[in-house]
């Protein structure tokens, strides 16, 4: 039904992507041209490994909503808001001890905050980073009161 991957902004490719060079120049200026390429090699998939490893989806099916490893049924989420950015922040510093969030600032500072109806589950609420904000919500079926 609804599927995001947070990929991570142009400025943090380039700044994770640099590491690898600036090691690889550091090893070639000590240790000679070959050792600084095989650096520059190894630590360049390294690093793109990593960025693609940890790049979360956000996907809403018809039974639940997976935020990276995270599953929650849909039938306990009860109303859901999207935040612009400084709302974002606002609720990572003010919001409720127990929320639960996955907000990758790199990726986007748009998300959804999501109430969870639920004794069992030890969150009140999901913080979830998204470009497509209005669409997750859509996706569940929750109506956002600031489109009203």
Request: charged share 20%; proline share 6%; aromatic share 8%.
């Amino acid at each position: 039904m609804y599927r995001e991957r947070l990929w991570p902004g142009a400025w943090a490719w380039v700044g994770a992507l640099s590491l690898p060079t600036v090691l690889a120049i550091a090893y070639g200026a000590a240790y000679g041209l070959l050792i600084g390429g095989a650096v520059w090699v190894v630590a360049l998939t390294l690093a793109l490994i990593g960025m693609i490893a940890t790049t979360p989806l956000i996907e809403v099916t018809e039974d639940t909503l997976r935020a990276g490893r995270a599953r929650i049924p849909r039938d306990v989420l009860t109303r859901g808001t999207s935040l612009d950015g400084e709302q974002t922040r606002r609720a990572l510093r003010q919001g409720p001890a127990d929320l639960f969030t996955l907000v990758r600032m790199w990726s986007t500072d748009q998300s959804v905050l999501i109430e969870v109806d639920d004794p069992a589950d030890p969150h009140s609420a999901w913080l979830i980073s998204s470009r497509h904000p209005f669409d997750v919500l859509d996706a569940l079926g929750l109506q956002d009161p600031a489109v009203r």
